[in-house]
């Protein structure tokens, strides 16, 4: 191996010397160490920053400084190693091959940092990795040894040689095992390990190259006579070679470090921006929840006042009109309660397919507020395109829908207020057009309205009368009861009473019910004043009682709204037992309507009230759905037959034979038949001939206050029964009160003569 200068013991010459005054200076030794531990640190660093940047391009340039650090390192540790070596003879170093073992430093280096720059590898890459770079740091070695130019000649001993690879090998094992570990931790735990790991690494360079060192011998040939070594300062040399290679290793962790603060803080930026990009796509989800109609598609409540505000602006700054069109599907509900909600759910999507494809695509705003209620926004030129529009969304709306195998035809009810003639502001112009729609509800529906300002005026007075009947409900002034007397058409005698509402304002004098139930409906106060006029009839009815009329029964009407609350029967037997009443003689009218809702409840509810002893009339027959289904499975005493069949029987067969049937239907279900609104004598005789149990109307005589009912009863009796051949005093049952227990001492009882009546108070 001579090219190498590699001479082992088994080749030493026989009259060779072997120089045996071979020292190391301690202060470059432990320089050599220092240089090779920072060298390690810098390579642990560089593998790190390898693994952590991205692109390509940055990670092959801190391979590259990786690489150079480690060449460095180990290249420096060995140069002061060797200048470490204070021999007894002249030495100097031969420049090519010192440069030579510097390009072996660089090739072990590069690929150990290439090794290091892979994604994880199999122990068997690094085991093969560290072999190539053990070779390569012990040949930079060698060959550094080779470059010592002296008159000895170098020979070495071949286990210590092997030995000094075998620690390269290791050396270069560990390493790449310990920058693999280390080059995913961070903190304070980590930081210590790498120092650890670098002292290590340092040592084992530093062990490598001694090993090399102590397998030398340097034989002087037996002739020669060793020159003296010059004293050109090696200690001087090292320190300025280790400053050197310290600063490259140093700036090279400094821009290391750098550049992780750097990527440090990119990666927060990148974090921020994601994070604020994620906020974004929230923003945007949520503003499509809280603008949107889930089930229509169209924009909801919310987002229409978005949109409508920025219109508003728009027109405001440019000029121009906008309409705001409320619509109201016609009876809704019954879809709902008799289809069940999906099939209701089914019916919106269409409709308001319907009303989205008759409005001007992108113009138009379309929105569903909840429920059946839809609110349109167009641009205008004039107010007619409105009109053109509203009926345009009528007549698609009538179009029949398949639903749920049936096949319906809906109608819709429309209320329009028109920007600026109606109002500048959104809320101004929004209630303006439910004001409108409220009217078309009134005017029987399916109809459109415009808004004008007298529709503002009765709202407003519907909203002063709102509050004063809340005040009239709460101190119990000015609401008072009046009684229509009931005419038994078998017995002959006034056997019942119906409680009829009024209110004395103030300031309008004696409102009728229709002025303000629908109020009291509209806003929740329905169920008071129904418990209020419930109390009332039963206090009534019991101070009638004390004056006479024991057997009479009063009539109590309730509202649809009512039947839907559990709490009713409840509230009856409470009124029934404070004012000391028999369940027998009261009577609850209630409307078709109120079987509109929930069929299941109301029946159950009704039946409750019929277990009380409480009876049970069906109102206004014959105006709501009539369905003989219904009839049959409610709880039901009486049936009265609406004023509307009898108005103009005179004149219309059609409808003697409708009042006809309906008694027959009635008496077939065993239900009593009162027919209301009875004003003249025609029609008197006809119910009479025809089997109708009970009259009620203006010809027996208006409702009147308690006080004056005995005089009106009393005039009713004497006047009927004289019409109809009878003696005034001849009843089937008297349904007076002689015997009645009365504290007021000149009670007399009732008979029938108005004489015999005395006021009620
Ligand atoms: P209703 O239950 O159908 O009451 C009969 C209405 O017809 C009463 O009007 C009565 O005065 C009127 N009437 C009676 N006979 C005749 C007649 O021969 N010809 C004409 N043209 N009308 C007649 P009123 O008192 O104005 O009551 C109107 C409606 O108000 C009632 O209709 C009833 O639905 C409702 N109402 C009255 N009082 C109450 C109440 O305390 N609670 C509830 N929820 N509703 C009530
Ligand atoms: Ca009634
Ligand atoms: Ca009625």
New binding site residues.
């Given amino acids: 191996m001579d090219w190498l200068g590699l001479h082992f013991f088994t080749e030493l010459p026989a009259d060779g010397q072997v120089l045996l005054n071979c020292s190391h200076n301690p202060v470059l030794v432990i320089l050599a160490y220092l240089v090779a531990c920072a060298g390690s640190f810098a390579t642990l660093d560089m593998a790190e920053r390898v693994r952590h940047v991205d692109l390509p391009a940055a990670r092959k340039r801190w391979c590259w400084v990786g690489a150079l650090c480690l060449a460095g390192g180990i290249w420096a540790m060995h140069f002061i190693g060797m200048l470490a070596l204070q021999l007894p003879i002249e030495t100097h170093y031969d420049l090519p091959t010192t440069l030579l073992s510097l390009l072996f430093a660089a090739v072990a280096s590069w690929l150990a940092m290439n090794t290091l720059s892979q994604p994880k590898l199999p122990l068997w890459r690094y085991l093969l990795a560290s072999v190539w770079i053990g070779l390569g740091i012990c040949t930079m070695h060698y060959v550094g040894m080779a470059a010592l130019r002296s008159q000895a000649t170098a020979y070495y001993q071949p286990d210590l040689f092997g030995l000094s690879i075998a620690i390269a090998i290791s050396a270069s094992l560990v390493a790449l095992l310990l920058s693999r570990y280390l080059s995913d931790g961070s903190g304070m735990l980590h930081q210590l390990l790498k120092y650890s790991a670098s002292l290590l690494l340092g040592g084992g360079i530093v062990a490598m190259h001694f090993t090399g060192m102590w397998a030398l011998k340097l034989v002087m040939p037996a002739a020669g006579t060793p020159s003296m070594p010059v004293d050109d300062n090696p200690l001087q040399l090292g320190l300025t070679i280790a400053v050197i290679a310290l600063l490259i290793i140093g700036s090279s962790i400094s821009a290391a470090l750098a550049d992780k603060k750097l990527q440090h803080k990119e990666q927060d930026l990148l974090r921020v921006n994601t994070l604020l990009s994620q906020l974004d796509q929230a923003r945007v989800a949520l503003q499509q929840v809280a603008h949107y109609d889930a089930l229509t598609n169209l924009i909801n409540r919310r987002g229409f006042n978005q949109l409508f505000a920025e219109k508003l602006i728009e027109k405001t700054v440019q000029g121009g009109m906008l309409a705001v069109m409320f619509l109201d599907i016609d009876h809704f509900k019954r879809i709902n309660d008799s289809l069940g909600h999906d099939a209701g759910d089914e019916l919106l999507k269409v409709l308001a397919h319907h009303i989205k494809g008759s409005t001007r695509s992108h113009e138009d705003v379309v929105a569903r507020f909840g429920g059946d209620e839809f609110c349109i926004l167009i641009s205008l030129r004039e107010r007619e395109e409105a009109r053109l529009m509203a009926h345009r969304i009528m007549n698609k709306m009538k179009e029949p829908i398949e639903l749920a195998g049936r096949r319906m035809v809906m109608t819709t009810s429309i209320g329009i207020s028109v920007f600026p003639d109606d109002g500048t502001t959104s809320e101004e112009l929004l209630k303006h057009a439910d004001l409108a729609l409220y009217q078309s509800k009134e005017s029987g529906r399916n109809s459109l309205h415009f808004f004008n300002a007298n529709l503002k005026n009765t709202a407003c007075l519907e909203l002063q009368l709102e509050e004063e009947l809340r005040n009239a409900l709460r101190s119990e002034a000015g609401l008072t009861?009046?009684y229509?007397p009931i005419y038994d058409l078998n017995q002959h005698k006034v056997s019942k009473l119906?409680?009829?509402?009024?209110w004395q304002h103030p300031l309008h004098g004696l409102l009728?019910?229709?002025r303000f139930?629908s109020i009291a409906e509209a806003n929740g106060l329905?169920a008071e004043?129904?418990n209020w006029?419930l109390r009332k009839a039963c206090q009534d009815l019991a101070a009638l009682s004390r004056h006479g009329f024991a057997e009479l029964s009063i009539a109590?009407?309730?509202?649809a709204l009512?039947l839907a609350r559990e709490a009713l029967p409840g509230e009856i037997a409470d009124a029934l037992q404070s004012a000391g009443v028999a369940p027998q003689r009261l009577e609850l009218?209630v409307?078709e309507n109120a079987l509109m809702g929930n069929i299941e409840t109301t029946v159950n509810l009704l039946r409750q009230i019929r277990s009380l002893g409480v009876s049970l009339s069906l109102?206004?027959f014959g105006t709501g759905y009539s369905s003989l289904a219904y009839l049959k499975r409610l709880p039901l005493n009486t049936l009265?037959i609406?004023?509307s069949f009898i108005q103009d029987m005179h004149q219309s067969t059609q409808d003697k034979e409708i009042v006809q049937a309906i008694i027959v239907m009635a008496h077939t279900l065993h239900l009593n038949v009162v027919t209301?609104?009875?004003?003249n004598v025609q029609q008197y005789e006809f119910l009479a001939k025809h089997g109708c149990d009970f009259i009620?109307?203006?010809?027996l005589g208006?409702?009147v206050p308690v006080q004056e009912l005995s005089a009106a009863i009393a005039e009713i009796e004497q006047r009927l029964r004289t019409a109809a051949g009878l003696s005034p005093s001849t009843a089937a049952g008297d349904t007076g009160g002689s015997g009645s227990q009365d504290p007021v001492p000149d009670t007399p009882g009732r008979h029938a003569g108005a004489s015999t009546v005395r006021p009620i108070h």
């Fill in positions: 009861l009046y229509q119906e409680a009829l509402v009024r009728a019910p229709d139930i329905i004043l129904d006029v109590v009407n309730c509202s009512n009218e409307t109102d206004d009265k609406d004023r209301e609104g009875v004003e009620q109307g203006y010809l208006q409702a």
